[in-house]
């Protein structure tokens, strides 16, 4: 170790997971630089900021869905400290999610899920369409039944970046507007990194948290490079118009704004609604500001982030389908990102097999909702080089056993999307 | 007439009719000053640039068609006059139009709109499902059959409103950027227009091409307000991919890129499709940019320019319909745009009740179709204040006659689609 390093921690990425890291690292006294040629431009601004674990538990099973729950435990706090040190919001609300089913496969689909999510030790509140209808007014009268999560939350992963970024630099981490171009080595150890401009980062500790390219950087051994590969997504974003009475929804009589009263979003949703129709899956995430997120395609086609007419078409589809209302809300924006993607679809959390370098990536659709227990678990291995049981099974050895030999946190994978295809949101089928 | 006038003529609106009637009327040697506060921001911007005059005589029938065909007829002459003034494209490519047919009700539609081709004396004709696909292979395999409009053109309506700007320049036409506040008469005559800014122009013509809100404009006796509503058209924009790999259209092993040859453009099309699909109407329209252009929706929705999903929806819903192939394709933007409406949905062009006052508007659809046409008459008119036969059965005076008794230029009305409700491009049934 170089006493002459600038830093004690580099990290290379400023998405929602490098920024939360570089903040509690600041935060435990480290001297921390965040090298990321544009913040918060990646995954994290095309994330819909779901805080929904058993959703994404159904990848990888019982340590994944331990880990998220951990994470969504600890979001309340995490939201309520970045705002009281930034005085930013997160956009941070705890509505509970309802997923629906559409037709009579889906509701043996949302059977299953219940299935997953008791034997986790966790009851599920199963209702029917009426129940259904009754929370949420403006699902369409044919969906047939749902599973209420009251735990679950959600953030604006725009605001959320905005805040970290504050909260990094309050703690006194620096930001470096440059990409990683090396990793660079000394003594078979992580070094640094060179950036793009030629600077070079000298550091104690590197952690390499730039989503789907972490493995794509120069300079790493190739047992140290992560199995992180680009999965895109495209996500919709649309808007209740600021009292236009042409935007009233047909059918329902009622305005398109104001249901959920005062303590939901002034839109056509009180919570987050994920939909299984005709099978695929798509998901409406309300905002306190009357923004109204629709996600997400699930595409391999390598570094493509075209935002397409097929992508867009998909989403509208399934989501009128179950909220027919949406119709009448601007379109303000549809955005494509590329979230990393790893062989059993849970992060890679932990020290690589380079010294020096810990790996904080491969969090696939989870990284909102894996920030703040990343955060922790990542610095506390940097601070004690040990690292938490929580992230036991997401350790990037697992990946290094010989072929045939299934790692303990890759009991299932789920069959990704042919190239070509467009598939909405997956993790439908438990 | 006051010697003290700014200009000879003073056009209200800088879209491609008030552009082209500046640029003519500045050819013939009249002193001309354009205001708008944006030019080419409103209908031009949201227009595909279609040069099909069957499609829109469907409303008003054979004076409308008559007028189209001759503008129609003037567009190749004026399209290579604005390039080579200016030395800018206008994207203008007579590469036809196939209109097909999707479902058997479909088809009885098209058969009708042959007849109405017939009856004004122009041949139509008439294609197979086999002989469609042959003309363009992305077409969708279930369409029922199609009618081919061989000296159909298009233009790109951005690139023709920059060459128009730069013709009317050139020709000595000035452009002020700023809205018109209120018409100015003096003497029982309209002597020019009080600005946004407060600035007085005055002028012994003052020519109202401001699209539909050329009736809202104060100062405007009662009688001489042209009856225009904004009709909202939604359109997107979509691109092919410059040699992506990813973007190869799935089931033809074709590239997206390269169907047409040399001659056509670089995407999916080699000519502009309209397609009737379960009754409602749709249009693809390539450019030799690779940008295809996909409208249009016709909704009454007042001013409301909101982009909707339930727009975009449709759109995407119907064009993929009878062409697969899009789905594929980058959505680069989405647009709306307010186009003039009339009570019969034909332009108002020629001398208003107050004299001086002279109207060139209420193109609904059909504004880049007729633009070449438009300037020619508006300008015969201020130089021989004789309005040209081609014009006489769209003077303002026809919606001045009483009740009950239909002017000769609204032989048809076409019920406009409700409030509220997204239809796409109309005029589908003639």
Redesign the interface.
Known sequence: MSTSADADVLVIGGGVIGLSIAWRAAQRGMRVTVADPEPGSGASRAAAGMITPISEAAYAEKELFRLGRESQRRYPAFAAELTGITGEPTGYRQAGTLQVAYDADDLAILGEYQALQESFGIPARRLSARECRREEPMLDPSVRGGLLAADDASVDPRLLTRALLAAAAAAGAGIIRQPAAEILSAGGRAAGARLGDGTRILARWVVLAAGWSSGTIAGLPAGAAPPVRPVKGQI?R?RT?PD?P?T?S?GTGGPGGGIGGAEGPPGLLARSVRGIVRGSSVYLVPRQSGELVIGATQEE??T?T????????EL??D??TIVPG???????E?VAGLRPGTPDNAPVLGPSSLPGLVLATGHFRAGVLLAPVTADVITDYLVTQRLPDLAAAFTPERFARPAGRPPPGARRDSPPPR????STAGGTRP
């Not at 075209?306 to 078409?313: E, F, K, P």
């Not at 190239?419 to 467009?422: C, D, E, R």
Request: glycine share 18%; no cysteine.
């Open positions: 919709l649309l118009g236009r042409g009233a047909p086609l390598g493509d075209r935002v397409t007419a097929g992508g867009v078409w509208l589809r989501a009128r949406i119709t009448e809300l601007e379109l303000t549809a190239a070509g295809q467009h």
